[in-house]
């Protein structure tokens, strides 16, 4: 009986046990799963000194044990690396720039040297980066001790400042990467603008207001700086620019710099000119800009254009083929206007439009044709549209003379002249009826009934040719 009662009270126990040893695993990797999955922050301290800047970075969140590679600038001196309890990092490899956490926390301690004689300094490069970490929280303090009577800014926000008997203290907090920051002698006024912080001189924040910027759509937040103590100077979070700049220039630069922040492969400058003075009703600073804002508002209605552009400004990401696209959507027709002119360095081609139609013959329905669209007008595919009609089309000189027969009756048509040959003799023109765009020859829909007695029509069911 005292067998069969052990026998029973092992089985048990080894089940209860490996439910133990089950949960326990369950629990465990429920844990690490939660512990590696902790949002990222970033905490840095800044105290002042005379020479120099002591500070304090610490990253929490981090997977414990895990090796980490630091890029860590030259301009940062005194460098040391600690794990959360104090005790220095471990290197992980032999580069010296690679340390291991030993909890979900890893401090760099370090200084920057600053010129005691300037009156106005931005630090742009001040930080350790570890690539491929982004924090979700970031927060900038900074005690005081020795610049007390300048000014702080950062490309974040500032939520507290106070100035206690021997110290003025700051703090800013934001999120994503570390922003320049910046110091000058000379006292200035935070004043809080749509999503800007304006540092200003005495009331000059009193006559900013960004009403485009509100009206367009929610914008990343900027510290804007109005100084005449630095260059002017701007990157993702911060812009500094002199104190007296008009607000239309001004918030022509925050629009611009939204715009540069969505294209990866980089953009030519005058579709950035063309696509802020468009939405500020101002005039594009460079001539390329001017004619490609021109072509927009000679194809686009006035609300086409508007929505365009906004839906360009709040697009996460730009390039040629987004830009035509959402152009194409704006005007319910295909273009290939920014992918033909974005990387060419030569005049703009002009803007028009593309759809895909049925071409009629004499009510016989025929090969499907691109038609364009181009100021209000109908443009047919010239050799395309004629051999429909029976006509033999042949390209002589260089591309620049065609060749069109029927029959007993010929045409001889110039790209480069306004003149043509019917039958040997030559008839003037006030306006060529060809022209040459992406490599097509295109005929305007009319000039078909003025030369070949051909009416052509756009109708229901595609493009209707009859002789």
Excluded at 2 to 13: G, P
Excluded at 84 to 95: L, P, W
Excluded at 96 to 110: P, V
Aim: with cysteine; hydrophobic share 40%; glycine share 6%.
């Amino acid at each position: 009986m005292w067998k069969a009662s052990l026998f029973i009270f092992l089985i048990l126990s080894g089940i209860i046990s490996g439910m133990v040893l089950w949960q326990w695993q369950a629990y465990s990797e429920h844990a690490i799963a939660k512990k590696s999955s902790r949002a990222i922050t970033q905490e840095i301290i800044v105290e002042t000194h005379p020479k120099e800047l002591k500070i304090t970075q610490k990253l929490n969140g981090l997977v414990a044990r895990k090796g980490y590679r630091l890029d860590i600038p030259d301009t940062l001196f005194k460098w040391n690396c600690k794990t959360g309890t104090g005790k220095a990092c471990d290197s992980a490899d032999e580069s010296h720039y690679t340390f291991f956490s030993a909890d979900d926390q890893m401090i760099f301690e370090y200084t920057v040297p600053i010129n005691e004689k300037k009156k106005a300094f931005l630090l742009t490069d001040w930080f350790v980066k570890i690539p491929g970490i982004k924090a979700e929280g970031l927060s900038i303090s900074i005690s005081d001790s020795f610049k007390r009577e300048g000014s702080w800014a950062a490309g974040i926000k500032l939520k507290a400042q106070k100035k206690l008997d021997h110290i003025d203290y700051y703090y800013f907090e934001g999120y994503g990467n570390v922003p320049s920051l910046y110091w000058q002698a000379e006292p200035l006024l935070k004043t809080a603008i749509n999503n800007t912080d304006a540092y200003t001189a005495g009331i000059r924040a009193a006559s900013l207001d960004f009403k485009k910027l509100n009206d367009i759509g929610n914008v990343p937040f900027m510290s804007i700086i109005l100084t005449d103590r630095y260059p002017e100077y701007m990157d993702e979070n911060i812009l500094i620019a002199p104190p007296h700049i008009k607000v239309g220039e001004l918030e022509k630069k925050l629009i611009a710099l939204q715009f540069q922040r969505k294209f990866a492969d980089g953009y030519p400058d005058w579709i950035i000119d063309a696509f802020a003075a468009g939405l500020l009703d101002l005039k594009p600073g460079s001539t390329k800009g001017r004619i490609a804002l021109k072509e927009l508002q000679g194809e686009l209605t006035e609300d086409e254009l508007k929505n365009y552009l906004i839906n360009v400004f709040q697009a996460d990401s730009l390039d040629a083929e987004k830009l035509d696209k959402l152009l194409g959507n704006a005007k319910g027709l295909h273009t290939q206007f920014f992918t033909m002119n974005i990387n060419n360095e030569a005049p703009l081609a002009p803007l028009y439009f593309q759809e895909e139609k049925n071409l009629w013959v004499s009510g016989a329905e025929m090969a499907s044709i691109n038609l364009v669209y181009r100021d209000g007008k109908i443009f047919l595919p010239f050799t395309a549209a004629i051999q429909a009609l029976g006509y033999e089309v042949k390209v002589l000189s260089g591309e620049e003379t065609l060749l069109v027969s029927k029959g007993k009756n010929s045409y001889r048509f110039y790209l480069n002249k306004n003149v043509f040959i019917y039958n040997e003799e030559d008839y003037g023109l006030l306006m060529n009826p060809l022209t040459r765009q992406n490599g097509t020859v295109w005929m305007e829909i009319q000039w078909f009934k003025a030369l070949f007695g051909v009416t052509a029509e756009e109708r229901e069911g595609g493009i209707h040719l009859t002789p």
